[in-house]
């Protein structure tokens, strides 16, 4: 069973930073992309980031390069989210995710709980 573990969220001022982590277990991820989505209420869950688990080759939406950073320790079974000059607009539950396969935006299989980021003016 894939189990996907979020942490790291909390609340931070504009400008701030926060690295979010996400456990992966229940399985090895050769050939899996492993992603970092966000979601407020009343909004669709977007993409932020993700990552091939396997080589290393990330991609990010457009709003999010330059600030954010997705990177992974493949021998810890963690991908991490470094979010640097947080805005208010960044506040939503952020959601790790998994997909088997090599597109990052397509349907993703495997959902973490999700942790709370919260980013105050």
């Known amino acids: 069973q894939v189990r996907l573990v979020e942490s790291g969220g909390g609340l931070v001022q504009a400008g701030g930073s926060l690295r979010l982590s996400c456990a992966a277990s229940g399985r090895t991820f050769d050939n899996y992309i492993l992603g970092w989505f966000r979601q407020t209420p009343g909004k669709e869950r977007e993409v932020v980031a993700a990552?091939?688990?396997?080589?290393?080759?990330?991609y990010y939406a457009d709003s999010m390069q330059g600030r954010f950073t997705i990177s992974r320790d493949n021998a810890k079974f963690t991908v991490y989210l470094q979010m640097n000059s947080l805005k208010p607009e960044d506040t939503a539950v952020y959601y790790c995710?998994?997909?088997?396969?090599?597109?990052?935006?397509?349907?993703?299989?495997?959902w973490g709980q999700g942790t709370q980021v919260t980013v105050s003016s």
């Open positions: 990552i091939d688990w396997s080589g290393g080759s990330t």
């Open positions: 995710a998994a997909r088997r396969g090599t597109l990052y935006t397509a349907p993703y299989d495997y």
